[in-house]
């Protein structure tokens, strides 16, 4: 191995000699002109300024990918090539065409190089990037220009597509997409750059990228036929506001590429497992893209599959992208197939190409293709993805097709049947959560059950998934069989991580592979029977859970085990069905310590105990020694007796031991004792009764704590100090007993203690404030010496005050502090002056008062508002009113020195106003702000005082009232009801008049409010002139924006329009009158008036009809024309004489102006016949002014029949008139009446009548004709009757003889039999009711002899015999039946009361009556009959009883089906009579439809099992709302989902999901839990109307959902009480974003208190404090009140736009009830012992330090307290150790540098919103001297190469010798180490890859940017970062050029460890018989000099036969397969292990 290594060394030498030789050579003269090292050029670009970047190295030209390659690496490369620098564009190398394949090169660059070269360059050997992966650039040559209207395509893959962008001015900006973006308009841009038009595509969004200002165009307007998009019309679009106010909506589109792939309508299958199978692509312009799956069926998998050549038959359709996401276009959505079409693109697919709106990736569709090729037999198992044949993911062929197996009920038995199908035998484990990862296309099987026995899995019980299935890919189970060798077996046992061999991590062996265990249920019982396994001493083994050892890796085999204690393996404590069920992650990994066998590795000695984190001696945590390990001790029944025999054991008195609680940081490990007992006089804890914690029951937060008095404690009894405060007279009062400061608790605390205070520390006790908040100075730690403290105030000593010693409930954090009077706390600030902090200008922000030389805050409650808020900005110099407002300045947990303040406005401060007591009050509520009003302000958007009306559209008349505030808008939010009043006010400032003004219903959300009691009369000219007392700025509205709507003119003058009708000449009339359109009433509307009218409108030519009875519908108009006379000469209808009023509905007025394009459709006067049976009867229609209309029947007689007949040319002999619509009513106008013919008209408009369209007619009144052609024949069969007449059933009875009509004679029977049975059998024959017979008298026709019926015939027909002359010529009466419409006919069927046809209550017709269905035996089974019977055969009916649809009056019936019956009265029926409210109903399904009623959905919910409940009723969806919702009707629509597989539904209210839009079902829901269907809970009733914000939602469960919902937890903290919040929902944890409008401290407290940790101290910390999450952010604007039980009660509002992301998740900080570290302590983290970040202790938290105005004297100050050597501290970069995580406690930190803590520097609290220190990336990092110091700082050394000129660079770091990470380091840092260390900086070099070893310890930075000229490393370390996320395999290496310097080649063979010893001398006086470590340090280095003498002379070797072998070694591409590198690094590879092969 050893000489291997050498030779590897070697020929890396070889390889760098060939190419040196090579390089020499060069492939041409040319090609050596062009490539020289460090050339780059572009290629494939149109211009010399625009390709894909290739650089020169090693004599060829090298592609650079563009990972890291962004707009700095592309300035390099346009700046080298003499291009401008500035408009420099990328793009994909794909851009410029595909190259092919060739060597790439990886670059990055800081942006000062001058040169490619200079840049850091690395060959990228296993690095293939496509064409699309390379990088390209589009550079702008030295001065650029363009020309109005040129266009170009930005940020495409190819230069056929892109953003779109025209030049204006010289300057190149975007295009908007404002709905008026077409095809149209991209032809025009594709055809301007010389691209082919057809098949253009306009994209919208961002497809390619937002751009940047400027925006030219919007409203463009094309017709596709302009050469320049300037000539296009384009005009400012209305909604430009919307659409254009940013970049997200720029135009872009895609050309057709002249270099196609690909067909259009071409499709493909990516990414399955074979080629029939896959993602589906389909071909447009040249490009692929996917298509959306909605949609998406079996007929649409059919057409693609039999488009590629496979059989459609058993085409599979896939969806939710389970054959991966494409990474192109999205071309189709909703495509919908009928299966028969020969190419995807002749499917229907509504949208266009490149529309997919709502589709994603994630919803790629794929099919499956039945494959002839392929095949596999059913039941056919295999496993794949393992790293060996017996473990995999599982897949079985069911249908030809392998799929995968849903994990549900999956387990070893079933595991087992399948590795014996295999052929393994002995164990096997399924496992869950598809370790061998996720399969794609079909899941096969759910559900699987064996008995062990079976001989293929199939043979076991199963269920086939299908789409009511919910199981995905994540639950494919995957099996692990014992392989054929192993090295463990079934039940082996290890520790592993632990600090010996009886303590570890338990792994656990299953088929030869080892795993962990689960820690659910883990004890000290599990832990005893593995220690007894594995042989140690099981008696006290202690069980540890959550990865206590580590998390370990792999498998997580055991879960919830259960032992007793006795047993002796694991495997007998095993629930059986809990193997391989993997539902834990590791950091739930079980451990265990076992009972020692030896004390060799022992820490300390058994029984021993010590106090740990104390600040005085005889104080801190109490530990034990149990078994050689320190553990803490649980305050389980802990008291002061415990604490005496503590004291004395540890050799302190006994005396006055105090059990201190939560007053010093908690312990780790283990927790050892619980539970002690002592009667107080023992001498050690153990002689006391004690137990073993339980591990649920202790936490390290009940770690004990005590204080021993000692000897050493030496202040005096009642001495006083204070600590904390800023200065000496202020801070935390500390007082002395016993020898020991200790705090004072402020539970009685008033300013009379705190003038005591003040006296007795020797300031004025006047004016001295008591201060209660404890987080004011900070908590103090240790004892509470004082309690109950109740002063008179002239004491001179505090213990003087009566007060008590006992601690009671008292904690630090209500540690007592004063105020104090001094002169340097007054030099600050004025009592009584008043400032603004924290607002981004002067004249806003949090209101701070001054007392005693402090600033505090105001707080609000008690009466502050805009008074107080006027009286703050007088103070200041603003006199132009104040506004009060909720906004947050700052750091809400300053000190509020007043609270109660009343003011009145005109006093002179803020001290003037009334108010509670100084600084008294704990503040609640939020800290007083103001907003003071500028009056002279010009800067902002908008003029103080304006007002204007947004948010509905480009409207300036209606909308929400804005005003403007500062500049700023702000929306008006009235406290008081707004009404029309405040509109008034607002129209008449706008400019529009107050009459008319109106609001109207509706809300909007904007950023602030502002909040005002305005009360306007209406008489206002401007809102601010309506009467108030309060105006606030708040961040929500709870009232409503107030609206208003502003009465605009909606027409001028004499304006006249025809509303309705299909063409311009034609309509309803509005004339305009006072600015408004009114109708005309019918009422007088004569033909003058409609020619007056017509001639208004400018049509002249022709007759005027007038039209009655709103023909063209009614209009909704508060006014009309009631009479208008006019004489027929006026210019203008509104000339005529008329009165105004309102006219009745069907009564408006219309006309029907002549035309000049009529006579194309028909000429005036034409007739037809429209509604007969044949071409010569039926309703008469007449043509006037181009449109068809009818004739009024009345009068109407047989010679108007004869006239229209004649007309005809139909003749006029047995005309016959019919009247009263006997054909049905007409559509049109009608245009006659009154006619009145003679008969000898051959015209109708011939005949006397009434002017066209002058009538008093209706369409019932319709005039028809039946006419009598001479000589025709009329065909009918032979038995069919009718009946002739006027009335609709009833008329002379007519009967088909010899297809002719005859009237039926009446006989000679009596009128009550034979006409009677004559009538009842023609009337039920047409399937009528009889109701009566006459006889009519008729003198000629053709008729049927008397026809006699015995009563029993179905049909006339049967009452005639076959003698029976069925002719008679002398016939005079003839029957007349009168026949009814019976109430139903035979076997017809209805649903009564549903919304559609295909819904509602049943009822069936039975003996000619409706009859009802009862539901007792209703059935799904008569259901479908009763759809089938009515045409809804496809899909399940829903079952509906409780009369659902309303009760029904009548018969009812019982109905049982089989379910084979064609119509409902085939089965069996019985009348029975049952409850009107319990009748049967169905919804049948109808694809024609929008929905089915009582379909549900859930809508905008993270997934398919949670949103907003939405029904359908009456063919459309519906939102809901009920005061009773609850978990009861959640359960009832999870169940109609199908959503029921995992317990609990969880019912929302308040809109949880959003606002619906829909309409609101008005109705109440009242479910039991029964009903299996929504809408059986329904009840239509009348009740409270409710809003959208009051819609109902549900969280269902669902199968595999890994947490119940509404759960919370903390994630990334240090401690259990910290971290990113994260939310359960739907079995799914996300986060919630921290939106500071939402999010808030009510919020954190209820997070707190749902973990158990309470309200109290509650923290809220930056966004993103804990890091970023990585699941669904769950909410985004969470409004908490702090009374909710837990974070899922809280309401969702969606007020605001703010975009979320993780960068925001919240965080929280819970108050545990220990605190964690003492006040002002400090460590370092993330580095060494001496170096690290800096973090600093407050409020018991470690937290960052932020280094604004940080510098290298507070890093000595830092060292010092660290207890190292600040000689030489320092402070480094900027989060030079990586940024820390939680808070930043401090900032603006500035040390004198003799101080002894950090905390005695100037410093300041950073707020959440403190813009500079919001982060983490200034974390402050300090450098301190080691105290063993081997080295001095900023030394450099190198290591392992043998001489001083090469070898591991090594940097000295505060007494350390350090390694550098290899990021960012070239020659220039190379050559400033050569020159440091003595040697010639020229020709330095460095190297990668370990060639002298890799170090050791720290790797201390990386990317230390030297420029080159530096003398020293040191001087580079300013632009350093830390060397965190380095290993050592990336140190740095250098090589110095020396007189001696050695060569590259020598240097690679000797090799990392070549440092040769000199020989050793042996003595002559030594033994004969060396020992081998003698032996080996004389023998090892005679070989490795042998060894490298070999190497040299096959290096020599090597050269000579370069020589030889030089042509073919720099063959070019055409000889070495395209190769063109000389010996490419594969080459040396290759030899390498040919070598290495034969050593």
Known sequence: MFATQRLRYGLIAVWAVSSLLCAERGNSAADAAQCIQGNVRLEGGDTAGQGRVEVCNSNAWWRVCKDHFGTTEASIVCKQLGLSENGIRLAPGSYFGDPGPGPI?????????????????????????????????????????????????????????????????????????????????????????????????ATEGTVFGAGVDPM?????????????????????????????????????????????????????????????????????????????????????????CSQLGYPSEGAIPIVNGDFGPGDSYLFLSDVGCAGNESSLLDCDHPFDIGTAPFCTH?????????????????????????????????????????????????GQMEAGVVCQQLGYNGSAIGLWGAPFGRGTGLIHLVNVQCQGNESSLLHCDHALVDMNTYCDHSQDISILCAGNSSGCVDGDLRLVGGPNQQSGRVEVCFSGVWGTICHNGWNDDDATVVCRQLGYRAEGAIGLSSAYYGEGRGFIFLDEVRCDGNATSILQCI??????????????????????????????????????????????????????????????????????????????????????????????GSILLSSLSCRGDEQSLFDCSYDTPDLYVCDHFQDVTIACKSASQTCSHGQLRLVGGAYISDGRVEVCTDGLYGTVCGDLWTNQDAAVVCRQMGFDAAGAVSILDASVFGPGSGRISLTRVECLGNESSLVDCPHSSTTGYCTHNGDASVLCQSDMASSVCSTGEARLTGGAESFKGKV??????????????????????????????????????????????????????????????????????????????????????????????????????????????????????????????????????????????????SAGARTWSGDMSGHWYLSSDLQCTGNETSVWDCPFSTRHVQSTCRGGVANAICKVPMCQGQELQLVGGARPNEGTIQACFQQEWVTVCDDIWFDVNAAVTCRQLGFTQGTAVPLRFSHYGDLNTSLSILTSSCVGQEAAIQSCDFTLGSCPQGRQAGVLCPSSNDSAICTNGDIRLVGGASAWEGRVELCFNGIWGTVCGYPWTQPDAQVVCKQLGLGTRGAIPAINAFFGQGLGPVFLSQVECTGNESALLECSRYAVGVQNCHHYDDAGVICRPDNTTVVCSDGDIRLRGAEPHAGIIEMCVSSVWRSVCASSQSRSEGWANVSRIACEQLDLETQGVSADYISDGTYVASISCIGTETSLGQCLTPQQDVTSYNCYYLLNAQCQVPECRHKELRLVGGATRSEGAVQMCVSHGWSAVCDRSWSSVAASVVCRQLGASQGSPLVLKGSVFGTLNGST????????????????????????????????????????TGSLRLVDGDSQYEGRVEMCLGNQWGTLCSESWSSIGAQVVCTQLGYTDNGYAYGLKNAAFGMGTNPILNGELACNGTETALLQCYRNVERISCGHSEDIGVLCPYRGSSCPNGAVRLIGGRLPSEGRVEVCLGGVWGTVCHDERSWSLHSAEVVCGQLGYGHPGAQLVPPGAFGAGDGPIHFSHLLCTGTEPSLIHCVERPLFSTLCTHQRDAGVICKANTTLCQNGSVRLTSGTSHMGRLEVCLGGTFGSVCDENWNTTGASVVCRQLGLSSQGAMSLGPSFFGGGVGLIQLKDVVCRGNETSIMECRHQQPGLKDSACSAHTRDVSVLCTATNSMCNHGDVRLVGGGSDLQGRVEFCAGGEWTTICSNGWDKREASVVCRQLGHSGDGAITLTGNLFGEGTGYVFMQNVGCLGNETQLLQCLASATGGHGCTHSQDVEVICRGSNTPSLVSSLAVGPSAVVPSPTAVSSETSHQLSPTTMAAIIVPILIVVIAVLIIITVIVAVVALKFLKPKLCAKSEDVGGDTTPITEKRMSVLSEQASTSL
């Open 105 to 201: 090169l990886l670059m990055s660059c800081s942006g000062n190089e001058q040169r490619i070269s200079n840049c850091s360059i690395q060959p990228s050997v296993n690095r293939s990037c496509a064409s699309l992966e390379l990088a390209g650039v589009l550079c702008e040559e030295l001065g650029f220009s363009c020309g109005d209207g040129d266009v170009r395509l930005v940020s495409g893959i190819t230069k056929y597509e892109g953003r779109v962008e025209v030049c204006r001015n010289n300057t190149f900006g975007t295009v908007c997409n404002d709905l008026s973006w077409g095809i149209e308009e991209a032809q025009v841009v594709c055809g301007q750059l010389g691209y082919n038009i057809s098949g253009a595509i």
């Open 216 to 304: 030219f165009l919007d409203g463009l307007q094309c017709f596709g036929t302009e050469t320049d998009l300037l000539q296009c019309a384009f005009q400012r679009s209305p909604l430009r506001d919307y659409f254009c106010s940013t970049h997200t909506n720029d135009a872009g589109v895609i050309c057709p590429s002249p270099n196609k792939t690909c067909s259009d309508g071409d499709v493909r299958l990516v990414n399955g497992r074979r080629p029939s199978e896959g993602r589906v692509e389909i071909c447009f312009n040249g490009d692929w893209g996917t298509i959306c799956h909605y949609g998406w069926g079996q007929a649409d998998a059919a057409v693609v």
């Open 362 to 410: 994630n919803m790629d569709a794929g099919v499956i293709c039945a494959d002839p090729s392929f095949s596999c037999t059913n039941g056919e198992v295999r496993l794949v993805n393992g790293t060996a044949p017996h473990e995999g993911r599982l897949e079985i062929c069911y249908g030809n097709h392998f799929g995968t197996i849903c994990q549900f009920g999956f």
């Open 575 to 668: 629930d059986g069905g809990l193997v391989g069920v993997q539902l834990c992650v590791h950091g739930q990994d079980a451990s265990v310590v076992c009972g020692a066998t030896n004390t060799s590795n022992q820490t300390c000695s058994n029984g021993q105990l010590r106090l740990v984190g104390g600040g005085n001696v005889g104080e801190g945590r109490l530990e034990v020694c149990i078994r050689g390990t320190w553990g803490t001790v649980c305050n389980e029944g802990w008291s002061n007796v415990e604490a005496s025999v503590a004291c004395r054991e540890l050799g302190y008195s006994p005396t006055d031991a105090t059990t201190l609680y939560g007053a010093f940081p908690y312990g780790n």
């Open 848 to 993: 701070e008062v001054c007392i005693n030389g402090h600033w505090g805050a105001i707080c609000s409650e008690g009466g502050w508002g805009y008074q107080g808020a006027t009286v703050v900005c007088k103070q200041l110099g603003f006199n132009s009113g104040a506004l009060t407002t909720a906004s947050v300045f700052g750091d809400r947990s300053s000190l509020a020195l007043l609270s109660g303040v009343v003011c009145t406005g005109a006093e002179a401060n803020l001290i003037g106003c009334s108010h509670g007591n100084i600084a008294q009050h704990s503040c609640s509520a939020a800290q007083a702000a103001a907003i003071c009003l500028v009056g002279n302000l010009t800067s902002g958007e908008c003029a103080q005082g304006a007002i204007r009306l947004t948010g509905v559209g480009p409207y300036s008349y209606v909308g929400f009232v804005e005003v403007c505030i500062n500049g700023n808008w702000t929306a008006l939010c009235p406290s008081l009801p707004w009404d029309n009043r405040g509109a008034a006010a607002v129209c008449s400032q706008l400019g529009y008049p």
């Open 1453 to 1492: 019936g019982e109905v049982y089906c089989k379910g084979n019956e064609t119509v409902v009265q085939d089965c069996s029926y019985t009348a029975i009579s049952c409850s009107s409210s319990n009748l049967a109903a169905v919804v049948c399904p109808n694809s024609s439809l929008v929905c089915n």
